[in-house]
């Protein structure tokens, strides 16, 4: 799997109308002349590349390194491709309570298209559980969408904000090559600075440390208090002064009872458990750390915007005409090719090749 991190500032905002409607159009033709010329599956691998994804927010004329580039892309590419009333390709999720509503967005499209859902649900719920619960580097998820073939392909864009910092941190997946979701599932990474303190759980520095947050999640809550009460003896490494707050037995209580009700067998079972967040993987993965002697790792994983201009002028306001001229070169080409005539579209690669 491929998956990649970027840092966006946030900024205040929205797309005009005006330019949402034709960044849909755009996207639209876009995602036409990929399916066209390639699989719904290279659509995804496009869509996992952090670089990319933020090639084509420019493109389609949003700010050039603004946070809402990712949910306002996102939100054109959704209104695109449900637009289309194809199979082949499909989306859910998106921003806030659309971002909750998944599962069901996700449902309703398998009952149109006849596919089984709990697969791409289950992908989409782990991925933001990952990133929410074993990858801690400060950033809480408001952003989430999963695009996805009914064969169970699938690309995930999530994003996180950072209020005190005032940055925004995109998170990429992409299910081909996933052989572990729990351990180094990225293997590409655009961000602008490193944070200081991440508690990384899916490295495989950290593969004992999940190994022992499984084991401790079995055993009854009185013997986890006791365990958490004697850290208040130790003189904790420097590193962990920002997570030892955390630990609260009071506050893990209900959780404790959860997963030693359920008892589960591999970290995966662990993150499913309803109730089960950040904080209670922190403390248990402290535990782990300073008493089983069991590691965790603290390392952070962490041109195309002159196509049409951007949304805050940068670096020209968008041009309407040539915009809409972009659009309409499309669209014949798209409608050339379904006839068998790609003349054009070939003509536009020739381009893309010179310009390479």
């Known amino acids: 799997m491929r998956r990649g991190i970027a840092n966006l500032p946030l900024h205040g905002g929205r797309a005009p109308r005006w330019l949402f409607q034709r960044m849909v159009k755009l996207s639209r033709a876009i995602v036409e002349v990929m399916l066209c010329e390639f699989s719904p599956e290279e659509f995804l691998y496009r869509l996992s590349d952090p670089h990319w994804f933020q090639a084509l927010g420019n493109v389609l004329g949003f700010d050039w390194h603004s946070s809402g580039l990712t949910t306002t892309t996102t939100g054109a590419l959704k209104e695109a491709i449900l637009s289309l009333n194809t199979p082949r390709i499909l989306v859910a999720g998106g921003k806030g309570k659309s971002a909750i509503s998944t599962p069901e967005q996700i449902e309703s499209l398998a009952e149109r298209y006849g596919f089984n859902p709990y697969p ?64 180094e599932p990225h293997t590409a990474i655009s961000a602008q600075k490193k944070e200081e ?116 002028g940068t670096p020209y306001p968008v041009d309407r005409n040539v915009y809409d001229a972009t659009i309409e070169v499309l669209e014949r080409a798209i409608k050339k090719a379904k006839i068998g005539e790609r003349e054009k579209l070939k003509a536009l690669k020739k381009i893309s090749e010179v310009f390479k």
Do not use: C
């Open 120 to 183: 791409i649900i289950k992908s989409s719920r782990l991925s933001a559980k990952v990133d929410t619960a074993l990858l801690q580097d400060g950033y809480s998820l408001y952003h989430h969408t999963i695009f996805f073939t009914p064969g169970g392909k699938w690309a995930v864009v999530q994003q996180g904000m950072k209020e005190e910092t005032s940055y925004a941190r995109r998170y990429h997946w992409l299910s081909d090559m996933l052989k572990d979701f729990f351990e």
């Open 197 to 312: 303190l991440v508690l990384d759980l899916t490295s495989h520095n950290s593969y004992k440390n999940r190994a022992v947050i499984v084991e401790l999640s079995r055993e009854k809550p009185e013997k986890i208090e006791k365990k958490i009460a004697s850290l208040k003896t130790l003189t904790l490494p420097r590193r962990h002064k920002l997570l030892s707050s955390d630990i609260n037995p009071g506050n893990l209580r209900k959780a404790m009872i959860l997963t030693y009700e359920r008892a589960p067998a591999n970290i995966e079972e662990v993150l499913e458990i309803r109730g089960v967040g950040a904080k209670f993987i922190r403390a248990l993965s402290l535990v782990s750390d300073i008493i089983f002697g069991a590691p965790v790792s603290f390392e952070d994983p962490a041109v195309y915007s002159y196509a049409h201009g951007g949304k805050d």
